[in-house]
């Protein structure tokens, strides 16, 4: 009796053992659903790179516009979408034999991922995503982020979710406005951008990476009382500009809510 009892208890332990498992993975898969999708690229957990800072390299993998912004302390910038990512990410190999951790802004983004996936392609050993992304570095170890040049991070100084939903607008309500008395910018990189805008011949193509440009027409759309709408991929890095924004003095300025991804959706619901 007592062995039958042993054998029913340890069978339900592992049986809610297996379902707690089952639902950390679910759980996993739904808030990263970029380690479904790349399957072959290693991961760092939050915690795990905490610890082990001191004994990696933190490639940070966004934009330099994004990099300058908000970065995690020590962590170098290779932009991914660069022609010399490859050529860049060897050199950084030869001179190191520690791991390689790459980042860039959150679970949803696959930038990271994607620099994983390249490493092996060009047979850059002992690579990792950290998937959690900069703002979960950054709120969750204020000292280990850089903002606009300062650290330890104030956490009150990132751009809230909240403030920044304020600023975002369906596609449809996005093209509404397009045309009137309207700065249409596109700031995907190369990388994610496709041949044909959404707006030809009244938008204007410029990357995060072109800070300079950017601001020109952040000034223009000041000076001249002109709505700026701009659009990403998918809704996530214009939340950068904000504080460019904020700073020059923009007023009326919106992002399309899903960025390019969102108005493709947008479209195929219209079919």
Request: hydrophobic fraction near 40%; proline fraction near 3%; charge should be positive.
């Amino acid at each position: 009796m007592f062995k039958k009892q042993i054998a029913f208890f340890l069978l339900t332990f592992f049986v809610a053992l297996s379902c707690v498992q089952a639902a950390e993975k679910a759980k996993a898969k739904k808030e990263f659903p970029g380690r479904d999708i790349f399957p072959e690229v290693q991961i760092y957990e939050l915690a795990e790179l905490y610890q082990q800072k001191d004994q990696v390299v933190i490639v940070d993998v966004r934009s330099k516009y994004e990099f300058e912004t908000l970065r995690a302390k020590g962590a170098i910038n290779i932009p991914v979408s660069s022609k010399t990512f490859g050529e860049e990410l060897r050199k950084l190999r030869a001179s190191t034999d520690k791991p390689i951790v790459f980042y860039c802004n959150g679970r949803t983004c696959y930038k990271s991922y994607k620099a994983g996936r390249k490493a092996i392609y060009y047979k850059v050993d002992n690579t990792f995503s950290f998937d959690s992304g900069i703002f979960d570095w950054a709120k969750t170890h204020p000292g280990e982020a850089v903002l606009l040049g300062h650290s330890p991070v104030n956490v009150r100084d990132l751009i809230s979710k909240k403030t920044f939903k304020k600023k975002l607008i369906d596609p449809e309500k996005f093209g509404l406005k397009v045309g009137k008395n309207a700065i249409v910018l596109d700031v995907r990189d190369r990388f994610q951008r496709e041949a044909i805008g959404f707006f030809p011949g009244q938008e204007r193509r410029v990357s995060l990476d072109q800070k300079t440009k950017l601001e020109k027409y952040f000034r223009k759309a000041k000076k001249n009382n002109k709505t700026l709408l701009i659009y990403d991929a998918v809704g996530k890095q214009v939340r950068w500009l904000m504080y460019s924004l904020e700073k020059v003095g923009v007023k009326e300025y919106y992002f399309m809510k899903g960025g390019a991804k969102g108005y493709y959706e947008m479209l195929a619901k219209q079919q």
